[in-house]
């Protein structure tokens, strides 16, 4: 029972130290916005020719409506959109891996001045931290090169 109040303590503690590490820095400004009012949408000149008795011409709302695309315009939209949803994941796990890091470094840290076995433990989990963070960082260029290597 003590053993666990005494842990319950330790980790609290630990916890505690930790929040300076990840405070974030928010900057506002007071510039005002400056916003420009929307007029009102005029039905006198609506175009009744796409309906032809309750029917849509769909050509000709293809036309009015719909953008003409290329293909190049659409393999440029989507490997922008890839790499966006590339960045924001490697924004979300970059900080998730230096975080294990630094709890696998503590685990090491106290199986050092106490149990010897939760030594290995947290060398291993920073090497986990370490390999994550770099695949993770150099994704693109890890795929590229085993591609490469496949290839030839």
Known sequence: MKNTIKKFILMF????CLLPAFSVGVYASDTAISTTPIGTVSTSNQNTSTQTNGAVNIAQVESEVMPKTTIDQAKVWATRKGNDLVSLLQTIVQPLAVIVFIISAFVAM????????????????????????TGVLFAPEIIQFT???LAS
Not at 13 to 16: A, D, E, K, Q, R
């Open 13 to 16: 503690l630990f916890s505690v």
């Open 110 to 133: 106290f199986g050092v001045f106490g149990h010897g076995g939760v030594t290995m433990k947290g060398i291993i989990g920073m090497a986990i931290a370490v390999v994550m963070y």
């Open 147 to 149: 591609s490469g290597w």
